[in-house]
Each structure stands twice: as structure tokens, then as C-alpha cells.
């Protein structure tokens, strides 16, 4: 059976100890932290581990900062780069499992105007593999993964599907490098997305889900009995990260999230 965990930012309470305990009640497994930049996940630490104390599991961060190690300008890599060290620095502290990051967000589409972004694909590439390989290395010598994350054609130019993060994964040659799919994502990029991680799964590290509309899952027509069915096939057995908009009651919104994956085959 699958592991469900919901981000932090969508359980209602102040604490990681009240949203753990609303978390549990709920049928979640796990927290999911979020990690801002300027070193803020770091300054996070002494909560963290005194929610870890608590029992609270956190195995997962992902990342919601400005700018990502795809940037197109260097100052900006270089502390995206800095900043994602130091979340799996941290992660690894609380005894985590990896951090997940797209390339870049919101920072250019070839699907709206001007259409051609400022630096060439080669150059594009040269910068995801010097990237993911920092990254990869650190997160190796810290016993935890850096996970990818494919996002959709309007929110990055550059890895949309999972077929273009194993290229970059297999080229990297690292196994603290691997695919962090989202559901909401493979939605839009994918043919098949149930092929897509039956073909893609000894790359697949972790999951996020939401549905269709970036709601809840439930709350759309992603077709949950096949995505997570290819995922029981494949043999995944990390956790489904809850990463979406409530749409409804909030509390009763992100508590419906377990029963309904677990009623779709989770």
C-alpha cells in the first residue's frame, strides 16, 4: 500500500505538532515540509527537530523559492544552487529522504511570446547537467536524494516530460539523482502517463499528486486508478506527496485526500 503524506502548507494548524495530529487523524502518513530561499529552510532546523522529536515524519522537502538551478542568470543558479544544498543538507539532519526541484518555474514558455527563450538548448543543457550533477554529488555525500521534477510546457521550456529527466538522470550517472513525478504535470506533458512511469519507473524517486485542475485529487478527471496502478506495477513504493489547491472546504477538502487514493487503488 502506498505511503500518502500531504505538504505542511495544507494541514490546518500552527504547528507541525497540531498539523501532524489533524495529519494522522486524517489517514496521512507523512508531512511534506516546503522550503523557502535565503536559507530559511536552515533557520527551520531547531523546529525541525524537535517536531522530529515528536514523532512528526517528514521524510520529504520540496522547494518554493524564486529562482531554481536552470536560472538564466548566474548569480541566480549559483544561489538556487546554494540554496538546494543546504535543503538537503537539512533534510539529511532529520533523517529525510531528498528534496524535490523543478529546473526552473515560471521563468520562460516557448509556448508564449517571445516564444524563443535568451539561451540555446545546448547551453540549456550544459546547464542541467552541471546543475544536477552539484546537486546529485552533495546529496550522495549526505545519504539522502535530490528528486527532478518535469513541469508543464507553460511553467518551464525545458523538462516537461519524464522521458527528458531519465535523459538528463542516465547522463548525470548518479543514483542520488532521480525523477520526482507530479500527477498534475504528467496530466498535460504526457501521452500515456501510466506508460510513462511503467517505462520511466527504475527512475522514479518520488511522487506528488494532485488532479487534473491542480485541485485535490478527486476534485478533477485524471484517471487515478490507472496513474496509480502503474505505480503499484512499477513497484514504487515512496510516498504520494498531497501538493495541490483546495477547492471547497479547505479542512474537509485535505482530508478527503487518503480515503479517496486509497478508494483508487493506493
Known amino acids: 500500500m502506498l505511503k500518502i503524506a500531504a505538504q505542511e502548507q495544507l494541514l490546518p494548524g500552527e504547528s507541525l505538532q497540531e498539523k501532524w495530529e489533524f495529519a494522522q487523524g486524517a489517514g496521512y502518513g507523512a508531512i511534506e515540509l516546503r522550503a523557502k530561499g535565503d536559507l530559511h529552510f536552515a533557520s527551520r532546523l531547531p523546529e525541525l527537530k524537535q517536531a522530529l522529536k515528536n514523532g512528526v515524519v517528514m521524510p520529504t522537502v520540496c522547494v ?4 531554481f538551478f536552470g536560472a538564466f542568470d548566474d548569480e541566480l543558479r549559483r544561489d538556487a544552487i546554494v540554496q538546494m544544498k543546504s535543503q538537503l543538507s537539512v533534510i539529511a539532519e532529520i533523517g529525510g529522504l531528498g528534496a524535490q526541484t523543478p529546473a526552473s518555474y515560471g521563468m520562460f514558455s516557448r509556448r508564449l511570446p517571445p516564444f524563443e527563450p535568451p539561451r540555446s538548448e545546448e547551453r540549456d543543457r550544459e546547464v542541467l547537467l552541471e546543475g544536477l550533477t552539484e546537486l546529485g554529488e552533495h546529496a550522495s555525500a549526505e545519504g539522502v536524494t535530490l528528486y527532478l521534477e518535469p513541469l508543464n510546457r507553460y511553467e518551464d521550456h525545458m523538462v516537461n516530460r519524464l522521458e527528458q529527466a531519465a535523459e538528463l538522470i542516465k547522463e548525470v550517472g548518479l543514483d542520488a539523482v532521480r ?8 496530466n498535460i506533458e504526457e501521452t500515456d502517463p501510466a506508460q510513462a512511469i511503467l517505462t520511466h519507473a527504475p527512475y522514479i524517486g518520488h511522487a506528488q499528486v494532485s488532479d487534473s485542475n491542480r485541485f485535490q485529487p478527486g476534485a478533477g478527471h485524471l484517471d487515478w486508478q ?3 496502478g502503474a505505480l503499484h506495477t512499477a513497484g514504487y513504493e515512496g510516498y504520494l506527496a498531497a501538493e495541490c489547491r483546495l477547492t471547497g472546504d479547505p479542512v474537509e477538502a485535505v482530508r478527503s485526500v487518503p480515503a479517496f487514493l486509497k478508494g483508487s487503488g493506493a
Open 226 to 228: 490507472a496513474w496509480l
Open 179 to 186: 525523477i520526482g513525478i507530479d500527477s498534475y504535470h504528467m
Open 64 to 67: 518554493d523559492m524564486l529562482h
